[in-house]
C-alpha cells in the first residue's frame, strides 16, 4: 500500500459567542482559501446548542505547520478564541513531528493519530 501524506482533523468546539464566532471563522475561511496545501477547510455550526465543528485537510504536515504559522492562528486566531473553546481534536494521517508534541496550539491532542490506510 502507498503511504498517503494528507493529514486530516476533526475538531469539536464549543461557541460562547455564535455572533463574533461567525464572524472570526468567514475570516479564517478566506485566508484558507489561498493557502496552497489547504485541502478542505469547513466549518458547521448548530448554533442553538453552540457547538461546532471545523473539517481541514492538508497535503502534508508541512502544508499544516505553514498553515499555523500564517493569519489564521497569528491574526484572526486570538479573536476566534474570545469566541469558543476548543474541545477536542482528533488527527487522521501521518502529523509527523506533531505527535510528539503535547498540544497543537488551540487545542490538545488526545492519543496517537490515525494512521491512512489509503492511497
Not at 42 to 59: G, N, P, S
Request: with cysteine; hydrophobic share 45%; proline share 4%.
Amino acid at each position: 500500500m502507498r503511504h498517503n501524506d494528507e493529514v486530516r482533523f476533526v475538531l469539536t468546539i464549543s461557541v460562547h459567542d455564535v455572533e463574533a464566532f461567525t464572524a472570526a471563522v468567514e475570516e479564517c475561511v478566506a485566508i484558507s482559501r489561498e493557502e496552497p496545501g489547504t485541502l478542505l477547510y469547513e466549518w458547521y455550526l448548530d448554533a442553538e446548542r453552540r457547538t461546532a465543528k471545523l473539517y481541514e485537510a492538508y497535503r502534508d504536515v508541512d502544508a499544516v505547520l505553514a498553515h499555523a504559522a500564517g493569519p489564521v492562528f497569528t491574526e484572526v486566531g486570538p479573536r476566534l478564541l474570545a469566541t469558543c473553546t476548543f474541545e477536542h481534536m482528533d488527527a487522521f494521517g501521518d502529523v509527523g513531528r506533531l505527535a510528539s508534541q503535547g498540544t497543537l496550539w488551540p487545542t490538545t491532542l488526545w492519543g496517537e493519530p490515525f494512521a491512512s490506510l489509503s492511497s
